[in-house]
């Protein structure tokens, strides 16, 4: 089992920034991918940026791509997602994942295990 807490989520004006963390506990994470994903109000779930646990490969979606940046801290077992000129289109709860390698790493399917989400308001 792993357990993943986020936090940092909050209300913030359009071209403004925020950092989400989330703390993962209960495994080693050696061999997971470790993922943002997001859900806006009326909208799917959609796939943000992603990392590797061991390499610290980094994946982004074209949306938030020179923006966002993805990041892990392997001694303290936390994942940041550092997000950059913000945009009202951002406005949307915001979910940490896990998931086990080999994987798609933009496919929610593949991660098995999530966060509560934290809410991220991007005002005009």
């Known amino acids: 089992q792993v357990q993943l807490v986020e936090s940092g989520g909050g209300l913030v004006q359009a071209g403004g920034s925020l950092r989400l963390s989330c703390t993962a506990s209960g495994r080693t994470l050696s061999n997971y991918v470790m993922g943002w994903f997001r859900r806006a109000p009326g909208k799917e779930r959609e796939f943000v940026a992603a990392?590797?646990?061991?390499?610290?490969?980094?994946y982004y979606a074209d949306s938030v791509k020179g923006r966002f940046t993805i990041s892990r801290n392997n001694a303290e077992n936390m994942v940041y997602l550092q997000m950059n000129s913000l945009k009202p289109e951002d406005t949307a709860v915001y979910y940490c994942?896990?998931?086990?390698?080999?994987?798609?790493?933009?496919?929610?399917?593949?991660?098995?295990?999530w966060g509560q989400g934290t809410q991220v308001t991007v005002s005009s």
């Open positions: 990392i590797t646990w061991s390499a610290g490969s980094t």
């Open positions: 994942a896990a998931g086990v390698v080999p994987m798609i790493v933009r496919a929610a399917e593949g991660y098995g295990y």
